[in-house]
Every structure is written in structure tokens, then in C-alpha cells.
């Protein structure tokens, strides 16, 4: 790739400057991988145990499957927003960049109140992680994303504030870069969370 | 009540050691730490230990401290084995030894832990700090600031283990604590958090640094050092790193299920509500295997060094050596159900696992043949780092044949738990691992700090080391195969146990001396170090970069960036200039990262963290997670992190390190 064509080049960055950027999103990169291991290893352990219901309700009896597929569209838009962003980003356009970024943070909050509305709604009916070994893999792994996605909406506002006050810097620009791998990230990973626990679940795969 | 339960968590008055064994370790750490702040502070030293080591990002000085704290946990480590040694050698029919039947649990499970997690761990990551970016031609690693964040997240940890010493109790449940023994009904104390927490913490920090000199290893060769032309060391630590890339995920998810049954009340690992402990001992050891490959890999990297330069020969089948790392990276993940075969998994998959446990046998012996091909017809010269890969050789290989004895499911089903596989496994990690780093300390020492060690203490530690390892393990294998089971504190006399196990005792206090005489080394090495000073930066006729530059090495390592033709750079450059180029080298401005103080402040903070979890301290938790976030945005929003040196100060240190080199004696390779 020649670097006219890089966003890279739009900035002026100097060599050294692209060399970490290389780094930098390469060692990203490798964290996302090592992050993919740990979501592997939840799966895994909720497999192992999805029908150790110990007497209790399984998955079929308790997801409320429009109630997912309303958090699974609104976490895809915020990836597409996402995406939008990064555009504006390449352009150079710091409005724009802002606005589609806080569209994202909006979705994420949304997403993560949709979730903690289902976990307050189990824990009331009596249906918490300590009900037995079915439910404590379920809260965990999918806790574990929710976690992930709170990390991300913490950077995400600590970076437009970022943005807002210092613009587009090459510091904000390649910490922007490294959120949204994140973000979609999490968004694959839902994908599996979705079709796993709750699809299959709701069929009493 | 309430209020101070709110406050203190599970403190209370009663949370210091009563035994005497404990206390008196505690009182001897707290009385250490003491005299050593005192001397600091006598000597006016703290200033300059914060600003030239403990915030200092330059990783070979991350890797002195590395090996600093893993020496010191060898030896805490070691202490935990002497007590062992002295209880089952004593503790015989009617006479109960010297040790409680808990404080004996604390020692096997602490024992374990520590040497694994902060001896080996430590030892390893601090020689790899130490040489591989000079190795590949770096000035850094790819992210510095991280390195020395994950140093201090690794001593969080190892101070969380040592404060179970003065401050509760530690795990009774063994070195990887498997429930349901490990669960709250079953060890209700805080032992067991003590163990979770500290290796959660120094596991995150081994994370980040085996994803750190992964990408360092890709993206910071110098010029034309393409992957087949990189020292072997750097082969083996990019097999490391990616196994603990895919390793200590698994860990991590682990110690957290554990915590999570723990404090949370879950139901992964318990007896009941649909818990199975099965898969504990799966994901546990899922990690586990290539843990030990981890630890291994970088030794057989430093025997590689070894060999090649003491025998002056290339290193015999370096293709070969290269696909059998790789082997062994990819075979690690497919045998880690050989360490519970009596579990009842089936003949097929105990079948499947036993023969993929052979099978990973085969590029470690290609390895072995490898080594000793490059000594055949070398001109080899017997100093102190080819001493310890001679012992290398013999031990490796007992304790590889026994290891494949072991493989074999129905063998393995009279031999499990018992202590011939205690035996097999320290033949493993002590002659394989431990050997290799000792060396690597030997073989290194004089590129940092500018001397060379002690030739003759060496010896006489490795002797020790050697010989007390004969003495101390070879009565084991005899007593597992006469069904002495690991971890007995007590056994009847009839049996005719006694006379090995004190064998085995003595064996213990040999490789204690031999500790002993290796530090004894370093000290009368730094005494007597006018003796013993490494003017030219090669004081072994080495064959790679590392000796290309000056001992001890400048902070930015290389002037000027090399650039590489041939495997073995530097031994090829010496053969091939017969005269002193008379060029002025044309230096240019070098950019360094700096120094930061806010490594040292996450580490302290973690410690913090991890002992409001432990004590249910839940404030403390929130504290000092809310200020680690803080202090990261903090760090994240700092753009100068960087600063120049420039071009004319390093032609003054260059200069220096000439006139040094100029005063050197004539050569005196052997």
C-alpha cells in the first residue's frame, strides 16, 4: 500500500510515526486474538454445562427471544455507526467523527440496559447465577461480553472527550482505530453469544 | 458489627500466623525488609533506585529485576522444599516430625506455586528482557511502557503470596488447587483467594508480556534478518509467547470461575446445583501443559547459544531445531489430558492422549541429537555455562524416558500421584528449566553489568546443584515405584521408606548449598570485578549481535541499527574483517522511551485489589480500581512519552566505550 493512499499520509505522519501505528494495531490485534481464547474458553465451559439445569428452568423456559433479537439489531447498528465514524475519521471531518461515535455510545447503552433489564428480571423471579450450573455459565459468559461492552462505552467516552477538546490528533486517531476493531469485535462475538446460548437454547438444542 | 465488617471485610485480630514455622518466616521477611529499607535510606539510595530501576523502562534493567525476585522466590521456594524434605524424613512411625499436617499442605501448595509462577516465570521473562531485543538487532521492545507494567503486575502477585505468610494462611488445596477440595465448603478460609488473586494478577502481567515480545519478535527485526536467520533463543521465545498467548486466556477464565464459585455462590466446579470439578482439572491443565513448554522452550533456546558458541560450530540442524520448536508449540495443546488419565475417560481417549505424548517426545529428541552433533568435532571449551548444559543433557534425558514410561495409560495408572512422577517432573523442571536459566544468568551476565562471573564458584554450584539433584530425586523414582504417594507427611515405619527420603533429605540441603554458592558467586564476582571485566563486549567469541556491542551495553543498545547477512551475524563479521574499520561511523539522533512512574503505581494498586478480594474488603476493591482506570486514562492521554537523544551524546558514550576497548589485554579465548 503506498502511503498517499493511507490515512496515514493524510495526516503527515513521519516514519517513525507509522512504524508504531503498525505496532500499535498489530498488538492489538494479538490482544483481540488472546481475548478470543478467553471467549472460547467461556463457550466452551457453558457448552459443558448447559444442561446441568439441577432441576431448575432451562434456556427454553427463560429467554425471551424478541428481547434478543431487539439487543442484537441495536448492537449491529452500533457497529455500522461505528464504521460510519471511522469514515468521517479518514476524511478529516471532527464533527462528524463525533456524532456518529456518540450514536454508537447511545446504542451501547442502550444494549447494555436491555441486557441488565433480563439479568434484574431472572434474579427477581428467583433465577440468579446461584441457582445452579446451567445459570452460572449463562450469567458468566454472557456478564463477560456485557463487561467487555462497558470497557469499551468507559474508552469511548474518555476518548470523545478527547477528541472534542484536542480534535483528531495522531494519538486520538489511532486509539479510535483501536476501538472500533474492538467494538466489532464484541459484535462477532455477540453473534455467537445470540446463535449459541440463545437460539439454539430457545430450540432445547 | 456491621459497620466494621464494612470496613475490614474479613480482618480481624486473629488473622496473624500462629504456628511457629509461619511466624517465624513472617518475622524474618518483615525483619529483611527492615534492614533493607534501613540501608537504603542509610545509603541515600531510594531516590535513585525509583528513577533508575524501579520506573525505568529500559528492559534490561526490567530483566535484572526479573531475575532479581525469581532468584529471591527460588530460594523462598526453596526454603518451602527444605521443610518438606526435613518432615518426610523424619515424620515415621510413632515420631510426627517437625511440621502440623496444615502447615505441611501450605508448604506443598506453596512450594508448587511459587516456583513455577514467580521463580521460573520470573527467571525466564528477565533473561528474555534481557537479551532479545539486543538479539534481533532492537533498541526496545514493541511496547515499553507495558513491559514494565506487566514487571510490576508480576511482583503484585508475588507480594500478595508472601503476605499470606504474615496475614491469614495460604492454600492447603496444591499448587493448582482443584476442587471440589479447593471450594468454599471445603477450604473456607482465605487461602485459596490468596492463591487465586495472586495469580490472576502476575498472570495478566505474563499475558501482556508474552503478547509484547510476540509483536516484538515480528515487527522489530533489524534489517535483513529475515525468520530463518534468527538466533535460535528468539525461535524458541516466539514459541513461548504464543503459547502463552493461547495459554493464559485459559487461566485467567480458570481462577476466575473458581473465584466466581468462591464469592459469588456460582456452580461451576461444585458437587452440587449441576457443578462439574471434571472440568476444572480440564481447563486447569488445558493451561497447564503448555505452561511447562512455555517455561522450557526459552531454556532450550539458551542451551542452543550455549552449545553453539562453547563448541565454536554453528548450531548442528538449525532447520530441524526450528521445525521442532514449532512441533512442540502446536503438540503441547493436544496432550493435557496425560496428567489425569485415572479420571475415567475412556480407553480411547486415554489411548489418543498417550500417544500424542509419545509422539511430542520426538522433536525434543531431535533436539537432543541436535546438540550433541553441534558438540561433535567442535573445539569445545568447558566453561561454566557448558557445565550446566552437560547436566542438562544427562537429566533431560532420565527424566524424558521417564516421562514416555508415564505416557503410557495402564503404567501410568500404578505411577499417578505417586512420587516417581514428582520425581519425573523435577528432573524435568530443574534439570531442564532451571539449569538452562542458571546458565543463561551465567552466560549473559557480563553484556549487562560489564564482568564476567566467577568461574570457579560456578562450577562448584553446579556441582552442588548436580550432584544434590542425584541425590535428592533418584530416591524417589525407587519410592514411587514402591507406592509412596506425593505429598505424604506421615508414613509408617514398617514400610522401610525412612533411610531414601533421608537420602533424598540430604540430597535437598546439597542443592540448597549449591543456591548458596551461586549467590556467594554474584557477590565475590562483584567484589573481585576488576578481575574479571569484559573489555571488548565478547568475552565468549560469541556468534550473535549481543556480543557485537559493547558490555556492559548502552541504554540504546546498538549506535546504529545493524544490518544482518548471515545467521550467526557477528561470529561471520569477525571471521570476515581482518582489520579494524578505520570509517568514522556516522551517528544519528535516537528516539527512547521514557522512564514512567506510573507502572510501579498500578502494580501497588493491584496489590491493593487483590487483598480487598481476598478480605472482602470491597471498598478497597472499588479504590483502587476506580484510580487504576484513572491513572491509565491518565497515562493513555500523555503525548510525550518519548524523548531525543542526541546524535553527539552517543558519540561521546561511543567514544568511551572505544577507549575502554583500547586498554583491553590481548584475547584470551580458550
Known sequence: ????????????????????????????????????????SLFATYAVLHHNIFGGPSGQTLFSLPNVLTETLILLTSSFTCGLGILAARANHKNKVLFWFLITFLLGIAFLSL????????????NSWRRSGFLSAFFTLVGTHGLHISIGLLWLVVLLGKIFSGGLSKNNLRQLTLFSIFWHFLDIIWIFIFTIVYLMGSLGK | MNYVAGILGKLNIHVFPHDKVTLGAAVSIVLGGFIAILFMTYTKRWKW?????????????????????????????????????????TSVGASHGVLSATTFQQLFSAHGTIMIFFAAM?????????????????????FPFLNLTSFWLFAAGMILINLSLGIGEFSTAGWLAYPPLSELRYSPG???????????????????????????????????MNLMKMPMFVWSVLGSTLLIMFAFPILTVTLTLLFLDRTMGMHFFTGGFGGNPMMYVNL?????????????????????????????????????????????TVLSFSVWLHHFFTMGAGADVNGFFGIMTMVIAIPTGVKVFNWLFTMFRGRINFSTPMYWFMGFIGLFTVGGVAGVVMSVPPADFQLHNSLFLVAH???????????????????????????????????????????????????????????????????????????????????????????????????????????????????????????????????????????????????????????????????KDIVMPKNSGIAPIIGMLSVAFGFGMIWHVWWLCIAALVTIIVVIIVRSSDDHTEFIVPAKEIERIETEYAARKAQAPKRRYA
Request: charged residues 15%; aromatic residues 14%; neutral net charge.
Open chain 2, 122 to 142: 520470573g527467571l525466564m521473562f528477565g533473561l528474555i528482557n534481557l537479551v532479545l531485543p539486543i538479539q534481533i538487532g532492537a533498541r526496545d521492545v514493541a
Open chain 2, 284 to 328: 486447569i491443565w488445558a493451561w497447564g501443559h503448555p505452561e511447562v513448554y512455555i517455561l522450557i522452550l526459552p531454556a532450550f533456546g539458551i542451551y542452543s547459544e550455549i552449545v553453539a558458541t562453547f563448541s565454536r560450530k554453528r548450531l548442528f540442524g538449525y532447520t530441524s531445531m526450528v521445525w521442532a520448536i514449532g512441533a512442540i
Open chain 2, 49 to 89: 533506585l525509583w528513577k533508575e530501576w524501579l520506573t525505568s523502562v529500559d528492559p534490561k534493567k526490567i530483566g535484572v529485576m526479573y531475575i532479581i525476585v525469581g532468584l529471591l522466590m527460588l530460594v523462598r521456594g526453596g526454603a518451602d522444599a527444605l521443610m518438606m524434605k526435613t518432615q518426610q524424613a
Open chain 1, 115 to 126: 441486557e441488565l433489564t433480563e439479568f434484574r428480571h431472572l434474579v427477581i423471579t428467583g
Open chain 1, 1 to 40: 500500500m503506498s502511503d498517499a493512499s493511507t490515512p496515514a499520509a493524510s495526516l503527515r505522519l513521519s516514519g517513525t510515526d507509522h512504524e508504531k501505528n503498525s505496532k500499535t494495531v498489530f498488538g492489538f490485534w494479538v490482544y483481540i486474538m488472546t481475548d478470543c481464547v478467553l471467549f472460547a
Open chain 2, 425 to 587: 517432573f523435577h528432573t524435568m523442571i530443574v534439570g531442564g528449566v532451571v539449569f538452562g536459566y542458571l546458565a543463561g544468568i551465567t552466560y549473559w551476565f557480563p553484556k549487562i553489568f560489564g564482568f564476567r562471573l566467577n568461574e570457579r564458584l560456578g562450577r562448584w554450584s553446579f556441582w552442588c546443584w548436580f550432584i544434590g539433584f542425584l541425590l535428592a530425586f533418584i530416591p524417589l523414582y525407587i519410592l514411587g515405584l514402591m507406592g509412596a504417594t506425593r505429598r505424604l507427611d506421615h508414613y509408617s515405619a514398617s514400610l522401610g521408606w525412612q533411610p531414601l527420603f533421608i537420602v533424598s533429605g540430604i540430597g535437598a540441603g546439597i542443592i540448597a548449598i549449591g543456591v548458596g554458592i551461586f549467590v556467594l558467586q554474584i557477590a565475590l564476582s562483584i567484589i573481585q570485578r576488576k578481575d574479571n571485566i569484559d573489555y571488548t563486549g565478547d568475552p565468549w567469541n560469541g556468534r550473535t549481535l549481543e556480543w557485537s556491542i559493547p558490555s556492559p551495553a548502552p541504554f540504546y543498545n546498538f549506535a546504529i541499527s545493524p544490518i544482518v547477512h548471515d545467521r550467526d551475524p557477528f561470529w561471520e563479521a569477525k571471521r570476515q574483517s581482518n582489520k579494524d574499520t578505520d570509517e568514522v561511523p556516522h551517528y
Open chain 2, 190 to 224: 482465605v487461602g485459596v483467594d490468596y492463591w487465586i488473586w495472586s495469580l490472576q494478577i502476575a498472570g495478566i502481567g505474563s499475558l501482556l508480556s508474552g503478547i509484547n515480545f510476540f509483536v516484538t519478535i515480528v515487527k522489530m527485526r533489524c534489517s535483513g
